[in-house]
């Protein structure tokens, strides 16, 4: 069984490639999220092994969804990687500080994403 990943990202067309990069292409059980406050209730009641988040999302953007997970206790521990356009060193230092395990560059490959999550996670 493959490891369980939740992306939440605001766009349709980063959430159809993504699904099918991480479910076809990485074997990954995928559960998408279309903004920051349904990305919180899924962590909680599907329980991923990681979230895919995007930074800029209207509403709840990534950083204040990451705070929002980081403060339940039954979701505290899970790994979240941030993906974003934005990827000069200073912003991944700063997403690195809030808590995230690793930084994606947004466009990503859609062949290597699997790949990329798992080498930041430390997943064989």
Do not use: C
Not at 59 to 85: C, H, Q, V, W, Y
Request: charged share 25%.
């Amino acid at each position: 069984m493959g490891h369980k990943i939740l992306l939440i990202d605001d766009e349709d067309d980063i959430r159809t490639i993504a699904e099918m990069s991480l479910g076809t292409v990485g074997g990954f059980e995928v559960v998408l999220a279309e903004n920051g406050r349904r990305g919180v209730a899924l962590a909680l009641s599907e329980k991923p092994d990681a979230i895919l988040l995007d930074v800029m999302m209207p509403g709840m953007d990534g950083p204040t969804t990451l705070a929002n997970i980081r403060s339940k206790s039954e979701a505290r521990g899970i790994p979240i990687i941030f993906m974003t356009a934005k990827i000069q060193a200073k912003e991944r230092e700063a997403y690195l500080a809030l808590g995230a395990a690793g930084v994606i560059p947004k466009p990503f490959d859609p062949m290597t994403l699997a790949t990329d999550i798992k080498a930041i996670l430390g997943w064989t």
